[in-house]
């Protein structure tokens, strides 16, 4: 059987409310599980059953077994975090959970959308995330203090995958090894200046009480968050770009608009909502400078001199052009080399590419380089690049030699959950446990939950 171990605690806050709520309307709750003092009821099961379902998480397994006894893995866990006063920073927990928040307002709109798709007030579902990621990290940490002692050897790693079956050796996809250099069109002078005359003129009318800020940013802003208002949410600093944020937590006055910030996102005008500690609730309005048909020309027609003096005049090597020509702040001072957000390496599968870097690629052999193509950048911006494939590692079944890290990973997670099955196994054993008639014809996946009377 297969655990879901975070959905099954996210959910667990809401089967505890349901809990909470069938006791204040005195129902008569059926105890499935005792976990040392602590009951288990059936509704509880039944919520995270049905909330399981809603989000269409697989299951492998009857529910009615695998359910209670990821919930009872869970308490142990949260137990000994109890024993080894085990604390996370609530500032922390608190970012995670605005975070969260901000992304689901997102998707649905506003808060009370948010509020009719729970059913909850909004407090209610704050403290259901603040429960949620606060256990989430506790766990988390018990388990890497489990594992902390971990090493291994290349001898390990040999052993280890000599004594793999075949049909446990993964299947490593087609994988890409990349350079890139960009470059960002030029931006007419006339086309910043009629933004920030544009960003005034919104500013002058939220000032002089003409115009709401969040209708303005609902009209107007270019931003993802434009259509709630242009609110972000509740912020650190470390989460907000420095400009945007040495502007937005020096405001005091929310009747009041700040500023022009220019960012690279494009230019913004910001108004603040409410300060909390060290996290800061603004909207924001963004516009973003509009690159011609002639400028994205022009782009092209200079990495493509690039290309010629590095393929055919060999003024320079690509690696050099990366450093002196390319404006790609994260790879120009590294030869061009992409790296995978994914997995900190320089290997790509390829839907791992920007879809455009992909489709340059797709038709290159190792050390060609690519016609210049137009792409979107991390800001949503048009900018022309061109990119060298350096390595092309065909699809194939993990070998040491091509995928060393790979199965080294995969022996490293092997001993950690050893470690952990072992730990389990003996803290089931040491921890009262009783299972009422009907919740005990299960096969579990750990031993020792069933006790001898």
């Not at 603040?130 to 390990?156: G, H, Y």
């Not at 952990?420 to 939950?449: A, M, N, P, S």
């Amino acid at each position: 059987m297969k655990f879901n171990s975070k959905i099954c605690l996210a959910f667990l806050a809401f089967a505890l409310a349901a809990v909470v709520s069938a006791r204040n309307n005195n129902i008569v709750e059926e105890v499935a599980w005792v976990i040392g003092d602590e009951p288990l009821y059936k509704s509880e099961i039944e919520q995270t059953y049905q909330d399981m379902l809603a989000d269409r998480v697989h299951i492998d397994g009857d529910p009615y077994c695998v359910v209670p006894e990821q919930i009872a893995i869970e308490r142990l866990f949260l137990h000994q975090a109890d024993i080894d006063t085990v604390e996370v920073a609530e500032s922390m927990v608190m970012a995670q959970v605005d975070q969260q928040l901000n992304y689901i307002i997102n998707q649905l709109g506003s808060r009370e959308k948010v509020e009719q798709y729970f059913r909850k007030p909004f407090s209610q579902i704050r403290e259901y995330y603040a429960t949620n990621m606060r256990n989430r990290s506790r766990i988390s940490q018990v388990r890497n203090n489990l594992t902390k002692d971990v090493k291994v050897t290349p001898a390990d790693i040999r052993r280890y995958f000599a004594s793999l079956p075949e049909d446990s050796i993964p299947f490593i996809p087609l994988q890409v090894e990349a350079q890139i250099i960009t470059l960002n069109p030029l931006i007419p002078r006339q086309e910043i200046d009629d933004i920030k005359a544009r960003l005034r003129d919104y500013a002058d009318r939220v000032n002089r009480g003409e115009s709401e800020f969040s209708t303005l940013a609902i009209l107007y802003s270019e931003a993802p968050e434009g259509m709630r208002g242009g609110e972000l949410g509740f912020m650190g600093r470390g989460q907000l770009v420095p400009e945007y944020a040495a502007v937005a937590f020096n405001l005091n006055d929310p009747k009041k608009v700040s500023k022009i910030v220019e960012t690279e996102y494009g230019f913004h005008i910001i108004q603040l909502i409410e300060k909390r500690g060290d996290r800061i609730n603004t909207r924001h309005i963004l516009l973003r400078p509009k690159v011609s048909d002639k400028d994205l020309t022009a782009a092209i027609h200079r990495l493509d001199s690039v290309r010629t003096d590095i393929i055919v005049n060999k003024r320079l090597t690509f690696d050099e052009a990366a450093r002196y020509v390319s404006q790609d702040k994260d790879t120009r001072y590294s030869r061009g080399v992409m790296v995978n957000p994914e997995t900190g390496t320089t290997r790509f599968e390829m839907s791992q590419l920007p879809q455009e870097v992909a489709r340059a690629v797709a038709g290159l052999q190792p050390g060609e380089i690519s016609q210049p193509f137009i792409m979107r950048s991390k800001t949503d911006r048009e900018i022309v690049a061109i990119v060298r494939l350096t390595d092309r590692i065909d699809a194939h079944r993990a070998n040491l030699a091509d995928d060393f890290q790979t199965i080294k990973s995969m022996y490293e997670n092997s001993r950690k959950q050893e470690i952990i099955d072992e730990w389990l196994e003996k803290k089931i054993q040491d921890t009262y446990v009783r299972i009422e008639e009907g919740w005990r014809g299960c096969e579990f996946k750990h031993d020792g939950w069933l006790k001898a009377k």
